[in-house]
């Protein structure tokens, strides 16, 4: 089965510093990488996806990722951080051909302190 | 586009009573899945459906079902209530044209905030 941590829960940063928000996944197969944002009381939003190619992906609002397949990590960055982005982060994966469904982690909640 | 709705946004039941969910999906969009988040147990996999079918279900009870219809829309039905099933139910939809729908980007509606008495 498939599965993906997130190894902080919340992540304190300054604005206008950089963040960091990790990632590990496990699969045995090919794996389709998300990393989704929920602002309060909304729905998620996708930020960006790697699904084969460029090891880097860039998303919306300035964030990227990294597709590391030895480390099986895909941590998100952002190279200066506004209020704006005070928001919960979720990282995903695809459960594999035929499943059609996301397996998601626990959730990274950023705030951002002005 | 108009982007995924739900309803209602928030609803209260009590326990032993049922309930039904609402989910429009974008225009053109074929796939429908269904989430439920809950502060212990994080985003958690309901089921999804395309063209009317049931393709995957995740590990709830059965008194979790739902169905679509054939303009896409879906409903989801939770019976018999129980007080663990306060959480927000979050409904997803994509085109599922891409490498048999592994790809496709899933875009999320705002949820229904249901809480159980």
């Known amino acids: 089965a498939q599965s993906v941590t997130q190894l902080d829960s919340q992540v304190p940063v300054f604005e206008e510093a950089p963040v960091e928000l990790r990632c590990n996944y496990s699969?045995?197969?090919?794996?389709?990488l998300f990393w989704y944002v929920q602002y309060p009381n909304q729905g998620l939003q996708l930020l960006l996806k790697?699904?084969?190619?460029?090891?880097l992906v860039k998303g919306i609002n300035g964030f990227e990722a990294e597709f590391n397949k030895s480390q099986t990590s895909f941590h998100l960055r952002k190279p200066s951080v506004h209020i704006s982005d005070t928001a919960e982060y979720f990282c995903?994966?695809?459960?594999?051909?035929?499943?059609?469904?996301?397996?998601f982690g626990k959730g990274t909640k950023l705030s951002v302190i002005p | 586009k108009a982007g995924v709705t739900q309803t209602p946004r928030y609803l209260i039941k009590t326990r032993g009573q049922q309930v039904t969910l609402s989910c429009s999906p974008i225009?053109?969009?074929?796939?429908v899945s269904w989430y439920q988040q809950t502060p212990g147990q994080g985003l958690q996999f309901l089921f999804e459906?395309?063209?009317?079918?049931?393709?995957n279900k995740g590990n709830f009870p059965g008194r979790f079902s739902g169905r679509q219809f054939s303009n896409s829309r879906s409903e989801m039905n939770v019976s018999t209530l129980e007080l663990g099933d306060s959480a927000l139910y979050l409904c997803?939809?994509?085109?599922?044209?891409?490498?048999?729908?592994?790809?496709?980007?899933?875009?999320f509606g705002p949820g229904t905030r249901l809480t159980v008495l």
């Open positions: 997803a939809s994509r085109t599922d044209e891409l490498a048999g729908g592994r790809a496709d980007t899933q875009y």
């Open positions: 699969s045995s197969v090919s794996v389709y």
């Open positions: 790697y699904l084969s190619g460029s090891t």
């Open positions: 995903a994966s695809d459960s594999g051909a035929g499943s059609y469904q996301l397996t």
């Open positions: 225009s053109g969009h074929r796939s």
């Open positions: 459906y395309f063209s009317e079918t049931q393709r």
